[in-house]
C-alpha cells in the first residue's frame, strides 16, 4: 500500500489536461525552497524531478521550477501547504494536502468538493493516521536482508514493494517506514549503500482500513478522483486499501 491514494490511469488523463505538469512543477518548487536545489542533497527534490521527468515534463520546465523554488529567480513563492480531514462516503477517513497560493479560493473549492462527503475540522481525522517517514528505493541485489538494512539504516520497518509499470524490474524495490526526524539519516545511508531513492516524504499511514464492498470501494474511488483533479490538492491520505 502506498503511502498516498493514487487513482487507477490518473497519470494519463491529468497530464492531457496539463493538470499534472503544474502539481509536479509546484512539488518541484517547494522541495527546493524546503531542501535547496541540490537533488544530490535533497531527495524529496530528487523524486520530485525523477516524477516530472517520468511525466514527460521539459527540461526548461524543471530548471525553472528548481531556480524558483531556491530563490534564483525574482519572482516569490507563495505556497502553503493546508490540510484538510474528513471522510469520504462510508465513512473512509481522509486527509487531504493542498499546496495554494489562495487560501479562501482552496477551502471554498474543498467544501464543494467534500459536498457529498463530511469535511472535518482540524485533528477530527489526523489521530487515525501515523505521521512517518516513508522512503521507496530500489537496489540491483535481491538476495539482501531487508530487515538488516533497515535496522543499519534506522528505519523502524521495511517492506517489499511490487515494482510499477515505470519502475525497475531488476533487483529489489523496498518501502522503508522511520520516525519523520530520522528521514535525512535513513536517506543518506541508503544512497551510500547502493540504493536508488525512488521517493522520500513525511506522509500520513492509515492505522486501520475501513473494509468495503466492490460497489462502496467505487464510489469512494470516484470520490477520490475528484477532489484529486483540483489544481491545489497536492496528496490524499485515506483508510482504505486500494485494489490491484
Known amino acids: 500500500m502506498g503511502a498516498q491514494w493514487k487513482a487507477a490511469g490518473k497519470a494519463v488523463n491529468a497530464a492531457k489536461k496539463g493538470a499534472l505538469v503544474g502539481k509536479l512543477t509546484k512539488e518541484i518548487i517547494v522541495a527546493a525552497k524546503l531542501g535547496g536545489p541540490d537533488p544530490s542533497a535533497n531527495f524529496r527534490l530528487r523524486g520530485a524531478i525523477e516524477d516530472a521527468k517520468r511525466a514527460s515534463v521539459t527540461r526548461d520546465t524543471i530548471e525553472r521550477a528548481i531556480k524558483r523554488g531556491a530563490g534564483l529567480l525574482d519572482e516569490p513563492i507563495e505556497y502553503e501547504t493546508i490540510l ?3 471522510f469520504a462516503p462510508h465513512q473512509v477517513p481522509v486527509i487531504v494536502e493542498c499546496l495554494t497560493d489562495n487560501r479562501n479560493r482552496t477551502a471554498s473549492a474543498v467544501r464543494g468538493l467534500f459536498r457529498n462527503a463530511q469535511l472535518g475540522s482540524s485533528g477530527s481525522v489526523a489521530w487515525m493516521f501515523n505521521r512517518n517517514g516513508v522512503i521507496e528505493a530500489h ?16 528505519a523502524d520497518e521495511v517492506e517489499k514493494v511490487t515494482p510499477t509499470a515505470e519502475q525497475p524490474k531488476d533487483g529489489v524495490i523496498a518501502r522503508f517506514l522511520c520516525a519523520p526526524s530520522a528521514l535525512d539519516t535513513v536517506n543518506k545511508f541508503l544512497a551510500a549503500n547502493q540504493w536508488n531513492i525512488l521517493n522520500s516524504e513525511v506522509s500520513y499511514l492509515a492505522k486501520n482500513y475501513v473494509e468495503l464492498t466492490a460497489d462502496q470501494h467505487k464510489e469512494v474511488a470516484e470520490f477520490l478522483s475528484e477532489v484529486d483533479e483540483h489544481d491545489d490538492v497536492h496528496r490524499i491520505y485515506v483508510g482504505l486499501k486500494q485494489e490491484d
Open 84 to 86: 484538510y480531514e474528513g
Open 139 to 154: 537496489h540491483k541485489d535481491s538476495g539482501m536482508d531487508l530487515e538488516t538494512v533497515a535496522i543499519e539504516a534506522g
